[in-house]
Every structure is written in structure tokens, then in C-alpha cells.
DNA sequence: TGCATTAATGGTAGCGCTACCATATGTAGG
DNA sequence: CCTACATATGGTAGCGCTACCATTAATGCA
């Protein structure tokens, strides 16, 4: 009844034969070497290499109910926000021996909970998660999972262990603000398809005009699905989700529709950009007749005639600190700071360049 | 000397004790439910249900020596096509139960040949690999995987298995024709930092100029590492690698060393955005003293102002179709054409739009 | 009616590894 | 010299599942 062994692939057995020591020697050599004699540590490590004997990780899961598995939870793919921070996270990676699963949740909760269950069941080394939007029941199987668990690209005051991200209510807030200081007045907020994230930052634009009696619910223009799953975006022309293109037609449309409009403040670069094209198209001047903000600091926005405005957030380093933090944890280290605020920089360039004289014009003008 | 179960998770014989049933049952009904009767099969269901029964991959993967795991191996996570494919690639996995695991090959020989040799050690339910240029070592691993093997984003006559992408030489060498065919003659080659792709591009653009005798190696402007490895980039805005700052500072020197050039193909769309701003920053007249062209297709390439020109290529339609392909074999499918041709579409916008008339006027005055 | 064949289910023995103990050695302390 | 205790190594029994056979009942067909 013996089952056949599929001679191709060498076993710990093998290794411990050919090294002449016991199996569990040679598993010890490999997860906890200072345990083993320098003398047979040499011995095995020469037997593995001879044989190119690499441990079976599912075998080794199953023993142990551990694994080196790293879930990573992202509610999309689609956005270059995300595809920075998977790339730290995968950054943060080197050097050591665990491995990631991306999981995408598709800004569904239902499925979020559905792939959290999966992920606890299956023991991850730990679990990095985006945004503080977990379902109780979500939040309860993370609290129980026995792994570090670090949510990134939003902040809270209370994080299931720790959290590092930065607050985009404070960013929309902040953004405003200047556009305000150099004497915009009439602020229209262009944006696409909305997350949790996103009307965030809604929230801050909303907040600083009403600090001054600007806001007017009217200046909100949105383009896309008005569902709460996001819209399906297969090849990049057909996206309904977020483009350039839809910059481009909101900025019409405001420009259309509120002529007394001086300034757009986008939710992402991407609409910045399109409503830059838009401008452009009809002759308009930037800074001068309309500003414009973004939300990103993608690379273009610098390279950009004029220069875009836009809000700087560091994708590349929240997904690299996650991991770093998770790999302190994972090597005993203490849980440092629960609240990690990577901030964010409001990037002044030239599409917002007004002098406080041309300002104070402006506000002239807009009465 | 039993081993403690940790007895919150149920396990296969959890399911067959409520279920009144053999273990090995739960396990045929849930991997062939048609060898078990419709009766039982409900039974078992419901067991599985009332306990949130997950079955363990990494025991099932010991036992049955196969996974359910597709690995796919990018060069890099940096740039966006590889986002969009990944993406396809996700896409394409919905309704299976089939897990993704992204390798990431930093365009680094060595580094593939590790992590093919990691994939293929763990029995992966298939292997989805961009290009064509594995090792002879790398090929043989792959060939000896005993499970399906895609290629994606190129195109060659002797696939390991199946290929889907389509050539980047004739993409390269179609769009230099295009833009002599509307007149332009002193073309010059805007790129950063070369993979074995985007060479090929290169190589196109090369053979379309010879066609004409206007190839000059002199208009081929070159930005970023020389090296084979790809520079590192972490947040954006230090991107070395590829950005429309690249193309913008490429651009300004293609105006100031070449005076006489009157369009730029850029290797990649973020280039030619960094082209496009920087003439519009000179107030050059696009398409009339210089054409611009670029290569992708991204959102915003529509929407520029003037459209720019590129080349379409079917990004997620790649990554999509690979996986699809993939779950066509595994359920038993013939694996159909070995050489699946994408193609890609030359998208004659703005940018490029010279009128045979000025084509003449513009080959005169090349003279 | 008898015997081959199929359909439906179960038992047992591993898959490759590690947790848990047991067993040698060496080394210090009384 | 003996105990105590750390250091270094090994043996055994699973982890949760499925491959491989075995078994039983139901069916087909001469």
C-alpha cells in the first residue's frame, strides 16, 4: 500500500542521510542553526546543496500550524495607489524568507470577510490590511488570529494592533486651506467613483469652505458608477472607474455649469491631469483663471506645464513600513508605536501660483 | 505524546462525524461531488456549512502532491503594465478556486532561476511567466513542471507550451512607419531605462528608419541606468527608472542637441507626457514642428491635448486570457493555438496628425 | 439465474515536516 | 564521586488531507 514517492524531489530525509545525522537535525539546522554544532551545521549545509534540497512548505505548515505566508488585503488593483504599496510591501520583503499573498477585496466587504476567514484559518505569519473599515466580525477574526496584524493608508485611534498611514481628511483639509490662502474662492471638487478613503478627503475639502461659508454643495461634481462596488475596468479605455478622460469631461462641465468656478480641487491626479487638458484646450489660463490640485504627487504632476498642485502621500513607504514593522514582530521585537502618521506634503506648484496680490483680485472678481 | 490539536479549527473528520459519514467522503464531495450521491452530498453541505469547514491547502498539497496554486513570475511591480496584466490576471481567477502567487524576477536571470526552481519544487497548479528569455536552466525546469505553462507579453515561434502577447518589434516597427508615412524624417527615440521588450521596440524603429535610409543612431536619446539590472525605485518622485520628468528632460535635450528633429517615439506613454509638456513649455507646435508618439496606450493619452499618438496593447486582455487559458487545461481542455497573437493598434490621434500636404512641405524642408 | 460491471462508500497508510519527549554527552558545584 | 543542569542529538507520533485499494450494493445482460 505504499504510495510511490516522487523520486524527483529530495526530502529532509535525504539530506539527513547523505549528512548522516538524524532528520530533525537538519530541520533544526535550518530554522534555528545556533542549536546545531557548527561542525554539523557545515555538514548538512553542504548535503543540502549537494542534493538542492528546498523545504516543503506545505509539509512544513502542516506541522507545525505556522506558516511564512503574509496576507496582504487591498481593495483594489486598479489604482496606482495600491500598486505602490504592494510594490514596498514586496520591497520590504528582501532578505527574508517569507512569502505574500495578495488578496483583493474589491471594496466588498463581504468578500473581505469571506477572505479573512480563509487567511486566519490557514495561519499567516501576519496579516497587513488596507483601510480601518473592517465588519465586526472581520475585526474579531483578525483580533483572534495570533499573528501581527498591521493596517496601513488610513489612521485611527484605535487599531486592532498598529496602524501606519496618515489621515486623507486631513489632507483633503489641508489642500483646501491653501487653495483658499491664495485667494481661490469658488472651489469645485472634481471626482470619480467615491471609497471610504476618498470621501475622506471629501469630508476635509467640505470642512475647510465651511471654515470660511465657501462650501456649496453644488461645486461636487462626480462622474461614475454612483454604486458602492466599484466599477469593472478590464482594458484602461474603458474605464468608467477613474481617467483622465473623465477629468477632462468634468472640468467641461464645471467650466459649462459654474462659470464662476476659479479653482478644481481633484480627488486623484489622474482627473488633475485630464482637467489640465481641458483647460488647455480651451485656452485657459493656469493659474491664473482656474487652479488646479491633485491628490497623489504621481510622477507627472511635477512634469507637468505648469507644474500640478497636488497633496503627496507616501505609498512606497507605508506598504515597505508595514513590512518592516511586521518583520520586527516576527522576530520578537516590540510592537513600537500603535499609531504610526507618515503624514503627507502639500505639493505647492505652479498650477495654484497665484501672488496674494492676484488673490486678493480674485476675490474682487468673484464678488 | 498526542500532539495538542488547536482545537479551534474543524477538520475533515469534524465535517464526516456530522455528517455521519467517512472522511473520505467529505473529501470526493468536495473535489468530485458527481462520484457521491446527491443525498449525502447534501448532508455533507450542510456539515460543512454549520462549521465553516475551510479544508487545509497545505495538508491537501502534502497529500496530493499538486496545489491550486498559479504562480506567475513579472519582471517588475514598478511599472504599470505589469499592474494591468497582473490585474487581467486576477480578474481571470474569479469562480475558480485556484490562488495566485506573484513572483517578482527584478529582470534578473539568477533570481528567475531561483524562483522557478522554488515554483516548480511546490507543484504549482500551473506557471503563468512573462517573455521569453529564460535560462536554458529555466526552461527546463519549466518544461519538466508537469503542469501547464503560459507565456504572456511576447511573442516567439517555439513557446515553452503556449504564448500570448504579440511582437513588440513589429509594434516598434509600425508605428516608426506611421510616422513617416505622415511625413515626419528626422525621428528620434526617447527612452530610459532598456528591458529586453522595450530593445525590441527599439529594434523596430530601427529597421522602419533603414527602410527609408533615415536612421540615425545619433537621435536615439537615452535617460537612466545603463546597466542590465533595472535602477530601484521607491517613492516616485526619485524615479530614475522611468518618469515624465525623464521624458521631459529627454524631450528638452532631444530640442536643444537636435534642432532639426521633427517627431520623438517615445519607448513608453509616461515619456512622451513628459515630451508633450515639454513643449508645450517652449511653445512648440505639436504636430506641426515636432510629432510625438508613444507606446501603451494609458487613460490619459486620449485625453491629451493635443491626444498623443501611441501604440494599444491589451494589457489586462494578456493577463486575462493567459489565466483563462490556464483554466481551460487544468479542466482537461485541448490547449488550443500554441501562438496567440494579440496584436496591438496603432492609435493615429492628434499628435501626429500632419495632413500628406504638410508631409510633403515637411520632407522639402528636411533638405 | 449467475456473473461481470458499475456506482457509492469506507479503511488504511502515508505525503514531508516538526512538536514533544528521550537520550546521550559535557561541565559545574558540593 | 555523585547530582544538577545545560548542550547536542535522535526517535516517534502526529499535523489534515488524499491515493490506493477494498468492500458492498445495485445494475446489466446472456
Redo the contacts between chains.
Sequence with gaps: MARKR?SS?PTIADVAALAGVGAITVSRALREPEKVSQQLRHTIDGAIRTL?Y?P????R??AS?R?DVVAVLVPS??Q?VF??V???I??GLEGSNL????A?TRYNDAIEEQLV??IV??KPAAIIISGIEQTAATREMLENAGCPIVQIMDLTDSPIQKIIGFSHERAGLEMTRHLVDVGYRRIAFLTGWMNTRSRERLCGYRKALEEHGLFDPALIMRRGADSIEPPR?????Q?EFL???M??ALMEETLDRHPDVDAVFCNND?LS??AL??C??RNIDIPGRIGIAGFN????M????PALTTV?I????CG?EAMLAVRGQLKGEDIGPRIVDLGFDIMKRASTNRSSQAATENGVRQK
Design positions: 516522487s524531489r538542492k528546498i516543503d512548505h506545505n509539509a505548515a502542516l500550524s506558516t488593483l486598479t496606482s500598486s505602490d504592494v510594490r514596498g514586496y520591497d512569502r505574500i499573498e495578495i483583493n476567514l480563509n484559518r490557514h475596468v478590464t482594458e484602461p479605455t474605464n481617467s483622465a478622460s477629468g477632462r489622474v491631469l485630464g487638458f481641458a488647455q484646450a504627487d504621481f510622477d507627472y511635477e512634469a507637468a506645464h503627496r507616501h505609498r512606497w513607504r515597505h
